[in-house]
DNA sequence: ATTCCTGCAAAATCTTTGCAGCTAG
DNA sequence: CTAGCTGCAAAGATTTTGCAGGAAT
């Protein structure tokens, strides 16, 4: 995991640098997002911050959402059910595995990926610029008690 | 790409199995899913459908999935921008590779995919049960247009 | 000062549900 | 017959947008 103190700073200044106004609301979900812990959602965002700030619109959250992830400092993770997760620690693409029982998402580190990156661009002609990767199980600490 | 006459006779006798009438709208909804060209959405299932059957409901459409999709028989795709994409050609989960300009969606064969479940399930100790993978690329048509 | 941001509420999507009538088995 | 299916319309859920006041630079 990055450190969240160290990415808080890359996001805020990012933001500066392209011209977005730093507002104390803005801060609270940025320094959530750099957290990110449990790949929280929008609702779990709100929650959060409405702690500190008691006002605070769904509205906001969304729109601040949109913007860090159009400079790229958020991934989006939409699920099958509809619901949405992010993840603004580590937020290139990267592999995850989901149980689907707790909801525990766990980002393991898989050596074979590049390796299968270079088969899909061989096998297809494409030039990859991107993916998803996520597999679904069941976690040891749920398979224990089963 | 698996014989969609076949695959047809096989959600259809899957539905009468487990005890689901086979209604006309049901049979025209599964026929374009056991094509399922071009990965359609529910409204282009049911901009289809609607030739043969003028009065046919959107509910109707997504209530079939549903029920296609609880017996297995059609994956569902849900992309970032929030829209669902079928596929009951080949509904077990199977990479996709999809172009970003043109949408395209292609079916890659890849050795090494199982190589990664296997390391998946070592490095997290995970029962995996399901995956999705996706990579999204510009493919070599739209390649050779720029 | 200006431009951008926020909160609120309304709107827009997409999907699901309730109900009355109809149909397959 | 009768359980399940369809069409319609209304309700839900989630995300986006319009606007007026307020804050950051």
Redesign the interface.
């Known amino acids: 995991m990055a450190d969240p103190k160290e990415r808080f700073e890359v996001i805020v200044r990012k933001l500066r640098d392209n011209g977005h106004k730093i507002t104390p609301q803005r801060l609270a979900i940025v320094g959530i997002l750099a957290r990110s812990e449990g790949h929280p959602s929008v609702e779990d965002i709100h929650d959060e911050v409405k702690k500190d700030f008691p006002t605070m619109s769904l509205a906001t959250v969304y729109r601040n959402i949109i913007l860090i992830k159009s400079i790229g400092e958020v991934l989006?993770l939409?699920?099958?059910d509809?619901s949405n997760r992010y993840d603004g620690n580590k937020p290139s693409p990267h592999?995850h595995?989901i149980?689907?029982k707790c909801k525990k998402i766990?980002d393991?580190?898989?050596?074979?990926?590049d390796?299968?990156?270079n088969?899909?661009?061989q096998?297809?002609?494409?030039?990859?610029?991107?993916?998803?990767?996520?597999?679904?199980?069941?976690?040891?600490a749920c398979?224990a008690k089963e």
């Open positions: 989006e939409g699920f099958p509809g592999p595995v149980c689907v766990v393991p580190d898989l050596d074979s990926l390796e299968l990156k088969e899909v661009a096998a297809t002609n494409f030039k990859i610029l991107n993916h998803r990767v996520d597999f679904f199980g069941i976690c040891s398979l």
